[in-house]
């Protein structure tokens, strides 16, 4: 970024709530922690020169004991997150230092790597806005709370929205302080203020876990190398 500072927020205080009992950031994927594959990435970033990680208060410690196990090249903070993911991440911006851009990602989204976090900062340099998704390949309809299908929109026009996201700082800080409700991406804060967005090539193995099933298929794509 022509030495401009990037800050990155791993956003990892979810509950895990459709895991059956498993923490899905520190479940282990091929050999480590799922948590630990994306702070490897970032760490293998050359242009992103900190991170700020948030965790539930109850994993702060684990957190903190995680990211000691390893020397690591760029500082690394932990904090603890809020009630919704909105939250978590403006409890991560409070403790970014000195940056101009800020790459937002999901800790349930371990599969990230080097060139998508760099395709995210390269793509941000157009509109101070940037985020990976993917070309939906399923026809989709929209229906009411009956199920009644009131509309299939040109599947050609929908993405389905990964992290990572990434924002001016001045830009994702103005848009957190005026949010508005709740939302369940970075970007859409951005775009109530009128801002545009642009969408940058994500990656069908970007897989966020959800369910135990999801955890299954990222140990299946870690096993044949990606």
Request: charged fraction near 25%.
């Amino acid at each position: 970024m022509n030495k401009q500072k990037v800050g990155a927020i791993i956003a990892a205080a979810g509950e895990s709530r459709r895991m059956g009992g498993i923490d899905k950031v520190f479940a282990p994927l091929g050999g480590k922690p799922a948590l630990a594959r994306v702070l490897d990435a970032f760490e293998s970033c050359n242009s992103v020169g900190q991170v700020v990680v948030v965790v539930s208060r109850k994993n702060l410690k684990k957190c903190r004991q995680l990211i000691a196990e390893k020397k690591r090249s760029k500082p690394i903070e932990v904090c603890a997150g809020g009630e919704r993911r909105q939250d978590s991440v403006a409890a991560g911006l409070k403790h970014l230092k000195n940056c101009d851009w800020v790459v937002i990602h999901d800790g349930a989204r371990p599969l990230v790597t080097k060139a998508l976090i760099e395709r995210g900062l390269k793509a941000a340099k157009e509109t101070g806005a940037a985020v990976a998704a993917i070309p939906v390949t399923d026809t989709i309809k929209t229906a009411g709370d009956d199920r009644i299908v009131r509309q299939t929109p040109p599947r050609q026009n929908l993405w389905a929205v990964q992290t990572p996201q990434v924002f001016g700082y001045g830009l994702i800080s103005e848009a957190y302080k005026k949010a508005k409700g709740e939302v369940t991406d970075d970007a859409s804060l951005v775009e109530q203020l009128g801002y545009k967005v642009k969408l940058y090539m994500g990656s069908y193995d970007n897989i966020k876990i959800t369910t135990p099933d999801d955890l299954a298929l990222a140990e299946v794509l870690v096993g044949h190398g990606r």
